[in-house]
């Protein structure tokens, strides 16, 4: 998960600001119904980087959403919705934007979708030869709602 959708379900809004609970409605079902999310240092670190900007939010009275702050600490707080991976045990074949480089490893190691509302980032992925052999996609947190609906 790019760390984008976190602090987009932070502010309630999408990619372009407009108010949108999408990424709320994705973290919500993804912890409530028990599933797993990939953890690198990288990701991990988001998740924190994101605990701290909900905080400041919340103090000013800019938490549009109070609950995404307390399901991303209890993400956290939770090993057993941790899966951890190596980013540096795979090597990428194709292009991607650098900053996300380390998203698309963990998805790969993982064979998990990847969620973010980076336009580039999901063209990236879906124009790899790399991902599609091993079924990575990557989608806007609207489409992955259906994904995590369900109990796992």
């Known amino acids: ?8 379900a932070l502010r309630g809004v999408d990619a372009h600001d407009l108010l949108d609970d999408s990424s709320v409605t994705f973290l919500g079902l993804l912890f409530y119904n028990c599933h797993s999310i990939v953890f690198t240092n990288e990701i991990r670190g988001a998740f924190y980087r ?11 009275g800019d938490l549009l959403y109070p609950g995404v702050l307390h399901i991303l600490k209890q993400i956290l707080g939770t090993p057993t919705k941790s899966v951890w991976v190596n980013p540096d045990a795979v090597v990428l074949r194709d292009t991607f934007p650098d900053e996300d480089e380390y998203l698309v490893k963990a998805a ?45």
């Open 1 to 8: 998960m790019d760390e984008c959708v976190l602090l987009h």
């Open 50 to 60: 994101a605990v701290n900007e909900g905080a400041s939010l919340g103090r000013r």
């Open 108 to 152: 790969l190691l993982a064979s998990v979708h990847l969620v973010t509302d980076d336009g580039e980032l999901i063209s990236a992925v879906g124009a790899s030869p790399q991902c599609k052999q091993v079924g990575v996609a990557a989608m806007m947190p609207r489409e992955a709602i259906e994904s995590v609906s369900a109990p796992e």
